[in-house]
């Protein structure tokens, strides 16, 4: 197929033809990249844990459950549900808890306890 009898067929424009246009499609490019290697870096700067031990990032504090007996920590805070018989029974599950209830209910001022309060145990 050729062209038509009488037309000229033109060259077709290469990117190359236009020096300023080759330029600031290279400037577009290096943007492109530029930002490209910024953001890759801002996201591994912020999945790093700076300043934190690898082992304890993401630990989270062990709840106990209604049976299981607790370690002596030194603040206890009340959850929903708790009172100063179960959190005796809970921190002294052998023995006799009426001393620790009483410690307890001294350090509350009597009554009983609501949920958030922190005790001090002893």
Known sequence: MGAPAGHRARPIPSRCD???????????????????IVALASVIAL???WGTKPDHALAAPAVATSGAALARPSVYTVQA????VSIAQR???RGDRRA????????????GVRPGERLVLP
Do not use: C, F, M
């Open 91 to 93: 921190i002294e599950p």
């Open 47 to 49: 999945a790093v844990p």
């Open 81 to 84: 549900g708790d009172t100063l």
């Open 100 to 111: 620790l209830t009483s410690e307890l209910s001294a350090q509350i001022g009597g009554g």
């Open 18 to 36: 236009n020096p300023r246009a080759s330029a600031r499609a290279a400037a577009v490019r290096r943007r492109h990249i530029l930002l490209g």
